[in-house]
T-cell receptor
Framework: GDSVTQMEGPVTLSEEAFLTINCTYTATGYPSLFWYVQYPGEGLQLLLKATKADDKGSNKGFEATYRKETTSFHLEKGSVQVSDSAVYFCALSDLNSGGSNYKLTFGKGTLLTVNP | ETGVTQTPRHLVMGMTNKKSLKCEQHLGHNAMYWYKQSAKKPLELMFVYNFKEQTENNSVPSRFSPECPNSSHLFLHLHTLQPEDSALYLC?????????????FGPGTRLTVT
């Protein structure tokens, strides 16, 4: 079945540091890939997505490139801010086993803390 | 109201109580989902509804009973829960059958079973 593996946290950085959160996936089909973010006390919000190989998703200074050859979708940001402190989830969407609708599979999440 | 709303935001219940969680989406979507989020575990998909019909039940114990009266509302009825059911319960919605599933989440209900 499908699975998503992302780096264990927590990750603690100073403001303006470079961020990488690794994500790799296993899928039987040709999935779309997502990063969701969960701020304290809130639900998940879509951060960015990519639907085919070599696509780059970007939003709010975050980027991730769909690498089919390495089955990866690593999240990067050149200069993090305190307000980026949150839990980040990598996810993939693929047709479910019945082929009737798409299903999201999430990684365990990575807690990011950015200190001033 | 916009997006996906959930009530209550916090709930404490005893093991013999019966309570319900409510989710409402204002996005015109036709698919709705219940997820369970526990500490240090991946999000667990519990139920999926497409056009008010349940299309997925991921081996969820019968003490959790979903109800979807229309495409905008989703309930999760709870009875005789266990302490290990304490978690954040997230509702989401999407527009199915239009391609890769971008889901929109509510803020969740923090459930504590005592």
């Amino acid at each position: 079945g499908d699975s998503v593996t992302q780096m264990e946290g927590p990750v603690t950085l100073s403001e303006e540091a470079f961020l990488t959160i690794n994500c790799t996936y296993t899928a039987t089909g040709y999935p779309s890939l997502f990063w969701y973010v969960q701020y304290p006390g809130e639900g998940l919000q879509l951060l960015l997505k990519a639907t085919k190989a070599d696509d780059k998703g970007s939003n709010k200074g975050f980027e991730a490139t769909y690498r089919k050859e390495t089955t990866s979708f690593h999240l990067e940001k050149g200069s993090v801010q305190v307000s980026d402190s949150a839990v980040y989830f990598c996810a993939l969407s693929d047709l479910n086993s019945g082929g009737s609708n798409y299903k999201l599979t999430f990684g365990k999440g990575t807690l990011l803390t950015v200190n001033p | 109201e916009t997006g996906v709303t959930q009530t209550p935001r916090h709930l404490v219940m005893g093991m013999t109580n019966k309570k319900s969680l409510k989710c409402e989406q204002h996005l015109g979507h036709n698919a709705m989902y219940w997820y369970k989020q526990s500490a240090k575990k991946p999000l667990e998909l519990m139920f999926v509804y497409n056009f008010k019909e349940q299309t997925e039940n991921n081996s969820v114990p019968s003490r959790f009973s979903p109800e979807c009266p229309n495409s905008s509302h989703l309930f999760l009825h709870l009875h005789t829960l266990q302490p290990e059911d304490s978690a954040l319960y997230l509702c989401a919605s999407s527009q199915p059958n239009t391609g890769p599933d971008e889901q929109y989440f509510g803020p969740g209900t923090r459930l504590t079973v005592t």
